[in-house]
């Protein structure tokens, strides 16, 4: 993985992003439960996060953030949200690198 990043640390900033955006409340739990029930795993990866260099990585950022895209949209966040999300994450960039 170019970057090795846990899975708690790519919650913190989406819960930075989230603060930012014109989203009910009920939106942003709704998006947050959904990350924790699918893409918080458990894992036996060794490689530690470079944030926080105490979690191991279970997800590239591809994969994360690609998932929670698509979670944005089920939830029918508003399109300026969407666009925001792609803009400040930019997680294509990793599969158009071929680094996925």
């Given at each position: 993985m170019s970057d090795p990043i846990c899975?708690?640390?790519?919650?913190?900033?989406?819960?930075?992003?989230?603060?930012d955006q014109n989203v009910s409340?009920?939106?942003r739990a709704k998006l947050m439960r959904k990350i924790r029930k699918n893409l918080m795993l458990d894992n036996f990866s060794k490689q530690r996060c470079i944030i926080c260099e105490w979690n191991t990585?279970?997800?590239?950022?591809?994969?994360f953030f690609f998932n929670v895209m698509y979670y944005v949209?089920?939830?029918?966040?508003?399109?300026?949200?969407?666009?925001?999300?792609?803009?400040?994450f930019n997680y294509e960039i990793y599969n158009i690198k071929g680094l996925h």
């Open positions: 899975s708690k640390c790519y919650m913190v900033e989406l819960g930075i992003w989230l603060n409340l009920d939106k990585v279970s997800l590239c950022t591809y994969c949209k089920e939830l029918n966040f508003p399109e300026q949200s969407v666009e925001s999300f792609i803009e400040h």
